[in-house]
């Protein structure tokens, strides 16, 4: 045996790349191509195998394992480091591959010891309960069980009221199990888009390569590569709408989905959980726990006043704990407020009582709690960032004092985004209750302003041209798709409502969100022209990006009306030859070609040449551009050696 020779990998040919292991692949860089840094003085030099080995900190054996597929790397990133350097803006294709073909229980060491909670916070302490239901979600996951390799497993879904904490127990599930998951992630599933850009999201942690695809492309590619992983993913849906939202985004195998929803019936694609309200012995240890008492009898007149709903009982127990106030005692207090209210069911009016009560504690007049609760009711009922409501308050003093008073009450949550920038949080419940809150104290119209001047400020101005800006839009278009769903007609927003509706059409429109765009950049010229008018340069906009995206998808009838709009306004309001009627005569030649008007089409790019050639100069990249389309029409017709004039010029 000690004679023998070690046995190399049988290597697959250069042509079936597509095909190799990371073996090949490391094979390749290391003894055929010589793959070292930019600058290396033995640049292309095919490198030795002990040399490699001693660089790396490992003994040849183990390099030879990894040429053999044998054993995974111990250490990538050195790998990687020696292979193409330090700067990450070199050898980007290679490094992909390269991260691509890695050994799945490689890539994701740390992962893969629990240790990483990815979109998941840790498990309450005031956790009660449930047991039964854990223990069902371990079941039907069939947790500690070993499994083949793609082995498929139906989701989950959890369904209730709301309030009744279906995400918390999937929560406290995704902790209690982390060692038999790889990665835990959390996806936004209210609406079919926030699902796939969650998805999306895994790309590098997978491998997939996102440049160029729409986001359900890259979002479906991280599904089939799921299916690859030895370890199971747990993967959580929190708050989807319907099965038929999101039926086609569950992965066939490798990871483990829960859904929470309100939705009751799951049954035509998971298994289900249903989830009721806490028993009276659940509510009673839940309040006990929470406000670290113990008070059994209390605990009981409150539970039932509240009708044992998590949510309630929470904020609850957190009144009791702050102001010294005894279970019972808060049970009459709720009872009294009712009575001086008295709206909806008996539950329903307590629950809305118990939160009521708590913000008029905490938010009193005039405070900066106040500003910041009306603040956050007009948010979508999600992470809201800390630079979406800085900017209401004069002074950070006035800022943390705010956001203590709302913490310290569990009005809102401190949720802090992955990168670290601090976010607040309100339930759906408190922010429902909170909104007919400042609707009854007249703050809504104050609110809804600060918000949308601060969405002003910071959505991206140009993501259909910049992706480097779609996670700040991604972050922030929640709020702004809530705004359209709880618009108050009492007044315009004003002037940049229309402005911040146009740049979330146009980040839909860059991700391959058309019917969301459309939406987007229709609602931006309904707000526009009633505020400011038909001729308004806001208003003019909205209409020309409209068209834009309707050329895009080729609604070519539909560019040309708004466009001809466009034109007619921009012909009263601005200068002859001001260059925005310059792009408009553009994209309408566009769209008279597309119609199979080559002679109008030729008339409103010479148009639009003699504006640009006067505004921008001959030698300009816009009168190239329109040269190469006056080019493109005379080609069609025939007219080669025009095509070819102008084109020589374009270029």
């Known amino acids: 045996m000690g004679g023998q020779k070690p046995r190399l990998p049988k290597r697959i040919s250069p042509g079936d790349r597509a095909a190799w292991s990371f073996g090949d692949l490391l094979h390749d860089h290391l003894f055929v191509t010589g793959t070292r840094p930019p600058g290396s003085p033995e640049a292309g030099e095919k490198w030795n195998r002990k040399t490699f080995a001693e660089l790396v900190g490992v003994n040849e054996r183990t390099v030879r394992n990894w040429l053999n597929d044998k054993t995974p790397p111990d250490y990538p ?121 969650g998805l999306a999201q895994l790309a590098d942690r997978l491998g997939v390569d996102p440049r160029g695809a729409t986001a359900e492309t890259v979002a479906r590619s991280v599904i089939r590569e799921l299916a690859h992983e030895q370890k199971p993913w747990l993967l959580i849906y929190d708050d989807a709408p319907s099965p038929e939202v999101i039926n086609d985004l569950f992965p066939y195998a490798g990871a483990h989905v829960v859904i929470t929803s309100r939705f009751p019936d799951w049954t035509s694609v998971a298994k289900t959980i249903h989830l009721e309200v806490l028993s009276d012995d659940e509510s009673i240890e839940f309040l006990n726990t929470r406000a670290e008492r113990s008070d059994a009898a209390g605990a009981m007149f409150l539970a039932r006043a509240l009708g044992g709903l998590p949510l309630a009982l929470e904020q609850a127990a957190v009144h009791c704990m702050r102001f010294g106030v005894r279970f019972a005692d808060c049970a009459a207090q709720i009872r009294e407020f ?30 900066p709690a106040e500003r910041l609760m009306a603040l956050l009711a007009e948010c979508a009922p999600t992470r809201v960032p800390v630079y979406l409501y800085a900017g209401a308050f004069e002074t950070q003093e006035q800022l943390a004092e705010g956001v203590l008073a709302l913490t310290a009450s569990s009005l809102a949550k401190a949720d802090a985004f992955l990168e670290g920038v601090p976010a607040l949080t309100l339930h759906p419940i408190v922010q429902l209750i909170a909104r007919e809150w400042s609707e009854e104290k007249d703050l809504r119209s104050a609110a809804v302003k600060l918000l949308v001047d601060a969405l002003a400020e910071i959505f991206p101005i140009n993501p259909y041209q910049d992706f480097n800006v779609w996670p700040a839009c991604q972050t922030l278009i929640e709020h702004v798709w809530f705004q359209i769903q709880t618009d108050i007609d009492n007044e315009p927003k004003h002037e940049a409502w229309p402005n911040v509706l146009v740049r979330a059409g146009s980040y839909f429109q860059a991700r391959g969100f058309y019917d969301p765009a459309e939406m987007l950049f229709l609602d931006a010229v309904v707000h526009a022209e009633r505020d400011f008018g038909k001729e308004h340069k806001t208003t003019l906009r909205a209409k020309h990006d409209l068209a834009v995206l309707f050329l895009e998808v080729q609604q070519f009838p539909r560019a040309l009306h708004f466009l001809q709009e466009v034109l007619q306004a921009q012909e009263n309001t601005l200068d002859a030859n001001h260059p925005a009627t310059s792009l408009t005569l553009l994209n309408l030649g566009h769209a008279w070609s597309e119609v199979g008007y080559p002679e109008v089409a030729l008339q409103a790019y010479e148009r639009a040449l003699s504006i640009r050639t006067g505004f921008y ?35």
Request: positive net charge; aromatic residues 8%; contains cysteine.
């Open 617 to 651: 100069g001959n030698m300009s990249v816009e009168v190239a551009t329109t040269r190469r389309e006056i080019g493109y029409i005379y080609f069609c017709q025939k007219k080669y050696e025009e095509a070819a004039l102008e084109l020589s010029q374009a270029f």
């Open 338 to 367: 009712v009575r001086l209210r008295p709206v909806r069911s008996t539950d329903e009016a307590n629950v809305s009582a118990t939160f009521t009560m708590a913000i008029e504690q905490a938010a009193k007049p005039g405070s």
């Open 77 to 197: 990133d050195t790998i990687e480091r020696l292979l193409f350097g330090t700067d990450p803006a070199h050898a980007q294709e290679e490094r992909r591959e390269f991260r691509r073909l890695l050994p799945r229980n490689t890539r994701q060491t740390k992962a893969a010891s629990g240790d990483e909670f990815d979109g998941v916070p840790p498990p309450l302490a005031s956790f009660v309960g449930r047991h039964q239901q854990l223990k069902a979600l371990e079941q039907l996951f069939k947790i500690g069980e070993r499994h083949r390799k793609n082995y498929t497993m139906l989701p989950v879904a959890i369904h209730g009221l709301g309030g009744t904490g279906k995400t918390a127990l999937a929560d406290q599930f995704a902790y209690t199990t982390r060692r038999s998951h790889a990665m835990t992630w959390r996806c936004r599933a209210d609406k079919r888009e926030n699902l796939i850009e």
